[in-house]
């Protein structure tokens, strides 16, 4: 069974990973899920918030024990991105969970301006104020483009949870090397596509799969919080992609 780490996305926090940490570990899996700065019950200032620091905070995880699962959502996977180029030694595999997958140099609104991403519903109906930047969206906004499948139960569970995003990070790019490290290049990837994501569009991650010759994909039929609208189902991908079986 494999160490598995979890990354979350954006105006999230480890708390996002909670429906799916006892199944996961009812498999065998050790599992931890942590708060990226600025996320979750993580108070770092916002001015200190960069792609940077999500990276190391991801890097310090890793480094606390063996090579692990790096899995990352939506935003989190331009996290872990950086985090393997940054530190490969201590990623077995890479599963991106309805996520983001840079070339490098590239952004998440370098992603989010390809033309299959056009219907993405967070950047649709963002909201910056402050200096620097903190993205929020009304519930009725975060429900329909996050929380589109869940039931109201869950739904407000999540939405009670959301927190204001600090902008930087979605405009600065991944630096994974020039070339990047062949142990970097060499890790596996695999990928979890969501059919009915509004967030990161169904085109839109296909596009990036096409773009990487990623292969190893498996689907869920939901929205874009698979953790909380499609949990067993997720449980069960994770698993099979971490090599559970």
């Given at each position: 069974?494999?160490?598995?780490?979890?990354?979350?996305?954006?105006f999230a926090g480890a708390w996002c990973w909670e429906p799916v940490l006892?199944?996961?570990?009812?498999?065998?899996?050790?599992?931890?899920?942590?708060?990226?700065?600025?996320?979750?019950?993580?108070?770092?200032?916002?001015?200190?918030?960069?792609?940077?620091?999500?990276?190391?905070?991801?890097?310090?995880?890793?480094?606390?024990?063996?090579?692990?699962?790096?899995?990352?959502?939506?935003?989190?996977?331009?996290?872990?991105?950086?985090?393997?180029?940054?530190?490969?030694?201590?990623?077995?595999?890479?599963?991106?969970?309805?996520?983001?997958?840079?070339?490098?140099?590239?952004?998440?609104?370098?992603?989010?301006?390809?033309?299959?991403?056009?219907?993405?519903?967070?950047?649709?109906?963002?909201?910056?104020?402050?200096?620097?930047?903190?993205?929020?969206?009304?519930?009725?906004?975060?429900?329909?483009?996050?929380?589109?499948?869940?039931?109201?139960?869950?739904?407000?569970?999540?939405?009670?949870?959301?927190?204001?995003?600090?902008?930087?990070?979605?405009?600065?790019?991944?630096?994974?090397?020039?070339?990047?490290?062949?142990?970097?290049?060499?890790?596996?990837?695999?990928?979890?596509?969501?059919?009915?994501?509004?967030?990161?569009?169904?085109?839109?991650?296909?596009?990036?799969?096409?773009?990487?010759?990623?292969?190893?994909?498996?689907?869920?039929?939901?929205?874009?919080?698979?953790?909380?609208?499609?949990?067993?189902?997720?449980?069960?991908?994770?698993?099979?992609?971490?090599?559970?079986?």
């Amino acid at each position: 069974m494999a160490r598995i780490v979890l990354v979350h996305g954006a105006f999230a926090g480890a708390w996002c990973w909670e429906p799916v940490l006892p199944g996961l570990r009812a498999a065998g899996h050790t599992v931890e899920a942590f708060d990226l700065p600025g996320s979750g019950e993580d108070r770092t200032p916002v001015e200190e918030v960069t792609l940077d620091a999500y990276a190391a905070r991801t890097c310090e995880v890793l480094a606390a024990g063996p090579p692990a699962v790096l899995a990352g959502h939506s935003m989190g996977g331009m996290v872990i991105t950086q985090a393997a180029a940054r530190a490969p030694e201590h990623v077995a595999s890479l599963i991106y969970v309805a996520a983001f997958l840079p070339r490098n140099g590239q952004s998440l609104l370098n992603l989010t301006a390809y033309p299959e991403a056009g219907d993405d519903q967070i950047q649709a109906n963002l909201v910056l104020t402050g200096d620097p930047p903190v993205a929020t969206l009304s519930d009725e906004d975060m429900r329909d483009a996050v929380f589109g499948c869940c039931d109201d139960e869950q739904a407000a569970w999540g939405l009670a949870h959301t927190r204001g995003q600090p902008g930087v990070p979605f405009t600065q790019p991944v630096d994974l090397g020039d070339p990047p490290a062949g142990a970097f290049t060499d890790l596996p990837r695999a990928y979890i596509r969501c059919l009915r994501d509004r967030a990161i569009p169904p085109a839109m991650q296909q596009r990036m799969l096409s773009d990487h010759g990623i292969e190893r994909v498996l689907e869920i039929d939901t929205d874009h919080s698979v953790w909380l609208s499609r949990t067993d189902e997720l449980v069960v991908a994770l698993d099979r992609l971490a090599g559970g079986g």
